[in-house]
């Protein structure tokens, strides 16, 4: 039981990766790899029927389509194929399930204790904030989950809001997607979690491990960059030269964080005091980096000529 209920997680992510998250009934039921798993989520009702379909795969030579004809009576159908001529067969392989999407994120918002309140669609069925989590007092997580976010669009439109959430240091992504995402992806940064790797199928819940929550705030060295990185400001608070973490103080991080977030990485020093509410005048980035000054030397540049402070990846 509990087995296939892990397996179902991979299945769910899968399918919630296509544009339309719909998989024939044949396909579903009938396949080896998918038949147990594919039960549970009927059975928890995250996939429902969806359309019938007028042209499959013809189940006899399993290459040309076949057409139906006609039902035969209540259970089974008349099919055409061009190559195979009439068949008769179960009215079940032109059945179709989809993916119940709004469950799928109902019961996520639900398993995390999220409060409805804090609910919200971003976008058009590919991502949504869960929901806000107050852990202590001051200390808040807010959950998002997205699909599809290997796609630029699903990405800029789930950073878009959480921007406007005003949420960057705070969010944590769940996500159908396989990961990691690419360099350029505009998540790049973010804290993005696997769903499968956090959590699996239970009755009308998912179960989520807390333990691996807890291992993504407070992760091993294991997954530390090997030369220099930047992808843990956010999360973590902190930056990679040579392979060697630099915890930042906060000044620190709201400087590279204003770099980061800024169109083409580029500021001037003004609008970077602004981004870190300071009112320095002149606002000296270097000044603050005084017991990290690598870090500063490795990912900061100032174009003397433009008066402009410009991010170096760190290579
Ligand atoms: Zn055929």
């Known amino acids: 039981m509990s087995a296939r209920l892990i397996e179902s997680m991979g299945l769910l992510c899968q399918l919630l990766e296509q544009a339309s998250p719909e998989i024939a009934a044949s396909a579903l039921l009938s396949e080896d790899k998918y038949a147990a798993t594919g039960e549970a989520l ?46 008769e067969c179960p009215r079940s392989v032109l059945q179709t399930y989809t993916v119940n999407v709004a469950r799928v994120v109902e019961r996520l918002s639900a398993s995390l204790s999220l409060p409805l309140a804090s609910r919200k669609a971003i976008g058009p069925n590919s991502s949504w904030r869960l929901g806000i989590q107050e852990r202590r007092r001051g200390a808040a997580t807010t959950w998002y989950f997205g699909r599809r976010l290997s796609r630029a669009c699903e990405a800029k439109a789930l950073v878009d809001q959480i921007k406007l959430d005003q949420a960057a ?53 294991e997954d530390a960059p090997s030369g220099n990185s930047l992808a843990y400001v956010r999360s973590r608070r902190c930056a990679y030269v ?13 400087i ?21 509410g300071s009112s320095a005048f002149p606002f000296q980035p270097i000044k603050y980096f005084g017991r990290n000054p690598l870090v500063y030397k490795t990912f900061v540049r100032y174009l003397a000529g433009d008066k402009l402070y410009v991010l170096a990846e760190g290579d």
């Open 42 to 87: 009927i059975h928890e009702r995250l996939l429902s029927t969806g359309t019938v379909r007028s042209y499959v795969t013809c189940p006899e030579c399993l290459v040309e389509n076949a057409r139906l004809v006609k039902p035969c009576n209540d259970s089974n159908v008349l099919l055409f194929c061009d190559d195979c001529g009439d068949i």
């Open 169 to 221: 240091r705070s969010a944590k992504i769940l996500t159908s997607t396989r990961l990691p995402l690419c360099a350029s992806s505009p998540l790049a940064g973010y804290e993005i979690i696997e769903l499968p790797s956090v959590a699996r199928l239970s009755q009308s819940r998912f179960l989520f491990y807390d333990n691996r929550l807890q291992d993504v705030e407070h992760p091993s060295a």
């Open 242 to 254: 040579n392979g060697i973490k630099y915890q930042l103080e906060s000044m620190q991080q709201k």
């Open 256 to 276: 590279l964080l204003a770099l980061m977030d800024a169109h083409a990485h580029r500021l001037e020093a003004q609008q970077i005091a602004a981004r870190c």
